[in-house]
């Protein structure tokens, strides 16, 4: 029979464990990983922000690949760089971010940091506009019309 007090410690040994799992099953996931940048981010620490954005970014974290894309397109952390936002952007698009879609649209239509494609402008923005992001709704009346 267990003493009290190694009962005690017995059940602290075992909630250190139980609690040590968690956190790396919560490192694990991507998600947990962006709000650890998006707490960076807050506090305009781009560096740390970027990295968290990365790790999270491994996890196909499709919000993660967006803050990239944005990241390089404003210089944020990173040189400005509009074809790496590009390509960050794409990323999160074809993981299905509403936003990241319509960026991409918008890259097509404009030309900007990609050859520019009305087609593919008009299929990333059909692809965001079927998630209701009304930006992408209001671009494609506007190409259709044109």
Do not use: P
Request: glycine share 8%.
């Amino acid at each position: 029979m267990m003493g009290k007090s190694n009962l005690k410690k017995w059940f602290y040994c075992y909630c250190v464990v139980v609690i040590v799992i968690l956190i790396i099953i919560a490192l694990e996931n991507g998600s947990v990983r962006l709000h650890i940048g998006n707490c960076f981010y807050a506090i305009k620490d781009y560096d740390n922000a970027l990295n968290w954005y990365y790790k999270a970014s491994e996890r196909s974290n499709a919000l993660a690949k967006n803050k990239i894309g944005y990241m390089y397109l404003n210089g944020e952390g990173v040189e400005s760089d509009g074809l790496q936002a590009a390509i960050w952007y794409r990323l999160a698009a074809e993981c299905g971010d509403a936003e990241s879609q319509f960026m991409v649209g918008k890259f097509y239509e404009q030309g900007e940091y990609v050859e520019r494609d009305d087609e593919l402008a008009e299929y990333w923005y059909r692809q965001a506009a079927a998630q209701g992001f009304e930006l992408a709704t209001e671009r494609m009346s506007v190409i259709s019309d044109e």
